[in-house]
């Protein structure tokens, strides 16, 4: 392969690829906050969910972090999630974009209520609240369960 050649074909690569980044760019700015929050919110459950409570502590919120130690998040979940079994199912049952939350600083929140089934308690309602953290990311700042 002669240098124009290759230099033809590296210009194409990489002009294909800065159109592929722009792309992606658009579709995360498209996104809408309830749909970033989510995300995150379901890979903490899934963390939550495996019994990996230590983790999901530590992918928690600062907010959460400060309210709660890590002692206190395994006492707590332990005691109200570890008596219903596996999740067997769970839906999105609505979620909300607000910037305030009662007995919480001002800042960017989804409330998300979830209707879940598990082993041993065939319908409850999760309630997960991500925050926009300090560090630009969704983190979970409040987790329910009735």
């Given at each position: 392969?002669?240098?124009?050649?290759?230099?033809?074909?590296?210009?194409?690569?990489?002009?294909?690829?800065?159109?592929?980044?722009?792309?992606?760019?658009?579709?995360?700015?498209?996104?809408?906050?309830?749909?970033?929050?989510?995300?995150?919110?379901?890979?903490?459950?899934?963390?939550?969910?495996?019994?990996?409570?230590?983790?999901?502590?530590?992918?928690?919120?600062?907010?959460?972090?400060?309210?709660?130690?890590?002692?206190?998040?395994?006492n707590?979940?332990?005691?109200?999630?570890?008596?219903?079994?596996?999740?067997?199912?769970?839906?999105?049952?609505?979620?909300?974009?607000?910037?305030?939350?009662?007995?919480?600083?001002?800042?960017?929140?989804?409330?998300?209520?979830?209707?879940?089934?598990?082993?041993?308690?065939?319908?409850?309602?999760?309630?997960?609240?991500?925050?926009?953290?300090?560090d630009?990311?969704?983190?979970?700042?409040?987790?329910?369960?009735?």
């Amino acid at each position: 392969m002669n240098v124009r050649m290759w230099q033809m074909e590296f210009k194409v690569a990489a002009t294909s690829l800065l159109v592929l980044l722009a792309m992606c760019t658009v579709v995360r700015a498209q996104q809408k906050p309830e749909q970033l929050a989510q995300q995150s919110a379901e890979s903490w459950l899934a963390l939550v969910d495996s019994g990996k409570y230590a983790e999901s502590w530590q992918e928690a919120s600062q907010l959460f972090k400060a309210a709660v130690t890590l002692e206190q998040w395994q006492n707590a979940v332990r005691a109200s999630r570890d008596p219903f079994g596996k999740v067997l199912s769970r839906k999105v049952t609505s979620a909300t974009y607000t910037k305030t939350l009662p007995g919480a600083p001002d800042g960017e929140y989804v409330v998300i209520k979830y209707g879940s089934s598990f082993e041993h308690k065939q319908a409850a309602v999760e309630t997960v609240t991500p925050m926009m953290d300090k560090d630009g990311k969704w983190r979970v700042s409040g987790y329910y369960i009735k």
